[in-house]
């Protein structure tokens, strides 16, 4: 049975400051909607189940994330979540300079967890906490400029 890779879903606070930051570091938005009604519970699994939601898509074309700012029920607020915690760890990107990447995040309030690392002279490697708490991990491949 073949499998795709539909999307990745994250509930966020603020579904505007989510996007924004998203954007900035490149994705596109492809769509925007308010959900509810039967068949949104029922796929869902929550009573009353009602959305903003809103799905970018990576430059490359092949990643997608559909978050969602609930109106009801009312979001449940939890902890950060820590990287060595079982569940929903991280979004990793691919970027081509990760001290652009890391400016746009500060332009939005969001800094590196310890700093940048260096992996083997072959990647340049930070996590941050972005919109909602969402840890947001950035991998500049330094093998790409070698070779220019």
Do not use: C
């Not at 068949?39 to 009573?47: C, F, H, I, P, S």
């Not at 979004?91 to 967890?113: K, M, Q």
């Amino acid at each position: 049975m073949p499998i795709t890779l539909e999307n990745v879903g994250i509930a966020v606070r603020d579904l505007d400051e989510t996007i924004a930051f998203f954007t900035d570091l490149g994705l596109t938005v492809l769509g925007r909607d308010t959900i509810s009604g039967e068949w949104a519970d029922t796929a869902v699994g929550l009573d009353g189940n009602h959305a903003k939601i809103a799905v970018l898509q990576t430059p490359d074309g092949r990643g997608q994330l559909e978050f969602f700012e609930y109106i009801h029920p009312e979001a449940i607020e939890t902890e950060p979540t820590l990287p060595n915690e079982i569940g929903m760890h991280r979004v990793a990107f691919s970027v081509d300079d990760i001290d652009e990447s890391l400016a746009i995040a500060a332009r939005h309030g969001f800094h590196p967890l310890r700093g940048v690392a260096t992996y083997e002279d072959v990647y340049k490697l930070t996590y941050l906490r972005g919109p909602s708490g969402i840890l947001v991990m950035f991998a500049q491949d330094l093998r790409k400029g070698a070779n220019a």
